[in-house]
């Protein structure tokens, strides 16, 4: 017997808002969506080992708050980018990046890939967060570039005050890498500043391009042309301890200074006993005791079978900067504005402070190769 048009009606109106139901059962039962975060920095290549060791610390922080429940309920999904220490591709991956709604990006690791991502990140509104870029061409800006680390002019100023008061060097031969120039200037600026001010004298100033195909003994043998006291490279860890190697064919004694780009543990991997003596500017200290920082390092391990350094710690509290701020961002509100609102965050070693400007400062460490480790001296 065929229904009526009045019970036909009826099961088609019972169909449809089954029909809703079970869709609205269905989208509230799908997970929630992740929220995207990106990471740019140079994975690939010679001199990889800073980038890999921030991917690395930004994938811990991130694994670990995935652990404890994502943001607000919600999974956080890194996309990670490989910049291959060339400006036009770190531009680029920024783009796609925002493209596929990232809200923050941690990176870059260098100062060369941060000047051509800052103004796409200022375009887009969306902030970075670098762990490791120093350069003053960025210092006291109003945008979206943040950064967990001083800028050049006090971790070279430190470094040349000891050079000059403690090691008592008066002339030094520097040399300084082209391919980033807008740290290593930015750095040979500032410490030619404080060394000169303190009776120091730059007798000579060379440059190179960073290259597998580089010849490093001519270089030091240029350097060590003249009498001086010591030798100062602002540098990459490959290429500075390959340097040093060269250097210690000619003299096996002459003090040799690195700045903190060229301090990863790469330098100690392929120095070997060459780098034995050599001081070098740092950012956070290997040896530190804190709950936090030995927490962090034995995950580190585990997860990675390496040791942190200083780029794997740093991109760690730059990822978990954002983060927090995440967690802590009102309805409607800019990042930029929550990170600048809350300006204080907690790091594995020393709490991150950021000034107005999105700027942050952390303590400047002399360290010196002893037994194939760094070990703090000032």
């Not at 708050?65 to 956080?76: E, I, T, Y």
């Not at 300006?343 to 360290?367: C, H, S, Y």
């Amino acid at each position: 017997m065929r229904g009526t048009p009045f019970f036909n009606r009826w099961n088609l109106i019972i169909a449809a808002g089954l029909g809703v139901v079970l869709s609205t059962l269905s989208i509230s039962c799908a997970p929630p969506k992740p929220i995207r975060i990106g990471f740019v920095g140079g994975l690939s290549g010679r001199v990889a080992d800073l980038g890999i060791a921030g991917r690395n610390g930004a994938q811990l922080a991130i694994e670990l708050r995935n652990q404890a429940g994502g943001v607000a309920g919600r999974p956080v999904e890194l996309i990670i980018r490989d910049d291959e220490q060339k400006p036009e591709v770190a531009e680029r991956m920024t783009r796609e990046l925002i493209a596929q709604g990232v809200v923050a990006i941690v990176g870059p690791m260098t100062s060369a890939m941060a000047l051509r991502m800052a103004p796409v990140a200022n375009d887009a509104k969306i902030i970075i967060m670098s762990p490791t870029v120093t350069t003053n061409d960025l210092t006291d800006q109003d945008d979206y570039f943040f950064r967990l680390t001083s800028a050049t002019r006090a971790i070279a100023a430190k470094s040349a005050l000891y050079q000059r008061n403690v090691q008592h060097l008066q002339r030094v031969a520097v040399v300084y890498d082209l391919g980033n120039k807008a740290y290593t200037e930015s750095w040979l600026g500032d410490f030619r500043t404080a060394f000169t001010q303190n009776s120091g004298e730059m007798v000579k100033v060379l440059s190179f391009e960073s290259g597998s195909d580089t010849l490093f003994l001519p270089i030091a043998r240029d350097l060590l042309a003249d009498p001086i006291d010591g030798v100062v490279i602002i540098a990459n860890s490959v290429d500075a301890a390959l340097l040093c190697q060269q250097i210690r064919k000619l003299d096996s004694r002459l003090p040799i200074a690195v700045s903190e780009w060229g301090a990863t543990e790469r330098l100690v991997e392929l120095g070997g006993q060459a780098v034995e003596g050599v001081t070098a500017a740092q950012l956070f200290d290997r040896n530190n005791t804190a709950p936090s920082y030995q927490a962090f390092h034995q995950s580190y391990r585990d997860r990675f079978g390496q040791i942190p350094g200083f780029g794997g710690t740093a991109a760690f509290d730059a990822a978990n900067v954002v983060l927090d701020a995440l967690a802590k961002q009102s309805p409607g509100q800019d990042l930029k504005q929550t990170v600048l609102a809350m300006r204080r965050f907690a790091g594995v070693q020393n709490p991150v402070i950021f000034n107005e400007f999105g700027d942050a400062k952390r303590e400047t460490l002399i360290t010196t190769v002893r037994g194939g480790q760094f070990i703090v001296v000032e």
